[in-house]
């Protein structure tokens, strides 16, 4: 299977199953002399570890991360960091009706159809818990980045037909709050509805924002390797993000042009902009100011109802899916996008290092 691997300089290869022995991901490119413990990883993971609230599946994993190699006292040695996850609540027996049958809206049929061969138990490398290796990288990253200020967050925007107002931002509340939400009146009308949604055996989808700030000027390249693109990809590799926005994205189609660019004007010996509908990128480069992302997420595939779908052998049937899950992915997704984020922003920061030759001289003479 190709396609594990993520980066250019700082490069990321997850790897495992929902249902194996565990899974991790090994990170090449990571520079020395970077203060490092498994707790500065673990707080990222028990962002995203299931079991942690009324509102994600049952499924209880401690999630708890092991650096395998890469570190003596306490530093990073430049060398490979492996870092692992066991599985230790797996319930294979939940996905016994489901191995001669695919399950709507998730990755089964095209599985087989790729393969000729899938792990039918909890969906395998299709699994979100492949994400478990995302953030644990995501993690180190996080405090790459924060060393050379940049800041990197993200939150839930909505939750089915519930979406934050602005005006009650909080951002503390992104990690106090059981959905994620920086808005807590928001957050607790999106819990009475997903009530609502649970009682009714479906699920729900939403939207997350993900917010970098302090990233210089100058990032990403013009061509191929924009960063817009690079973010959009490393987003849209989220298993259930179906769509993304950068800026202010979609709106953009309905406006004219002297409605949608941004003026420019010189502040205190800076260019800077009045608006920002650009959401920070111009061309494939950041231009300095606030870089906004935004992703749409399905509603969970696995619901308890009973649904049509077709057997291996081609025959119809009914399915009613069991197993654990979530009645909504966005607030355990949250953590996702903000580490696929800074993976992505931490490369393109690496590989700018080499634009201009006057960097190099001042480096190496």
Same mark, same amino acid.
């Given at each position: ?67 395998? %190699? $890469? ?24 996905? $016994? ?191 300095? %100011? ?76």
């Amino acid at each position: 299977m190709a396609g594990s691997t993520l980066g250019t300089i700082f490069r990321i290869s997850t790897w495992g199953e929902s249902h194996g022995k565990a899974l991790g991901v090994v990170i090449d490119g990571c520079p020395a002399g970077l203060a490092l413990e498994e707790a500065h990883i673990q707080a990222f993971l028990d962002r995203r570890k299931p079991g942690s609230s009324l509102i994600t599946t049952t499924r209880r994993e401690e999630d708890q991360v092991e650096i395998l %190699s $890469g570190i003596f006292e306490g530093y990073t040695t430049g060398t490979p960091l492996s870092l692992m996850i066991r599985n230790t609540s797996q319930r294979s027996g939940d996905y $016994g009706n489901i191995a001669e049958c695919y399950r709507p809206g998730h990755a089964d049929l095209t599985y087989d159809q790729k393969y000729g061969f899938r792990d039918y138990r909890g969906g395998g490398r299709s699994s979100g818990r492949e994400t478990a290796g995302r953030v644990a990288a995501g993690a180190v990253a996080s405090r790459i980045l924060k060393q050379l200020g940049v800041d990197v967050y993200a939150y839930t925007r909505s939750i089915g037909p519930v979406e934050i107002d602005d005006s009650r931002f909080d951002r503390s509340a992104i990690l106090s709050t059981p959905t994620a939400m920086p808005d807590r009146e928001a957050s607790l009308t999106a819990l009475e509805y997903l009530e609502t949604v649970k009682k009714e055996s479906d699920s729900s989808g939403g939207s997350m924002e993900c917010v970098i700030e302090g990233l210089p000027s100058g990032i990403g390249d013009p061509v191929f390797e924009k960063l817009d693109a690079n973010l959009a990809k490393a987003v849209m590799s989220i298993g259930a993000v179906k769509a993304v926005e950068i800026g202010d994205g979609c709106q953009v189609s309905s406006r004219r042009g002297s409605e949608n660019n941004d003026a420019l004007r010189m502040c205190d010996g800076n260019i800077v902009k009045q608006t920002n509908h650009a959401g920070g990128i111009l061309g494939g480069i950041s231009d300095g %100011s606030r870089i906004l992302l935004r992703a749409h997420v399905k509603p969970t595939p696995s619901i308890y109802r009973t649904q049509q779908t077709v057997t291996r052998s081609g025959e119809n049937t009914d399915l009613c899916i069991q197993g654990r899950h979530d009645p909504i992915i966005v607030p355990r997704a949250v953590v996702v996008m903000e580490c696929m984020v800074a993976l992505t922003i931490l490369d393109a920061m690496m590989i700018n290092m080499s634009a201009q030759l006057d960097r190099m001289e001042k480096f190496y003479k």
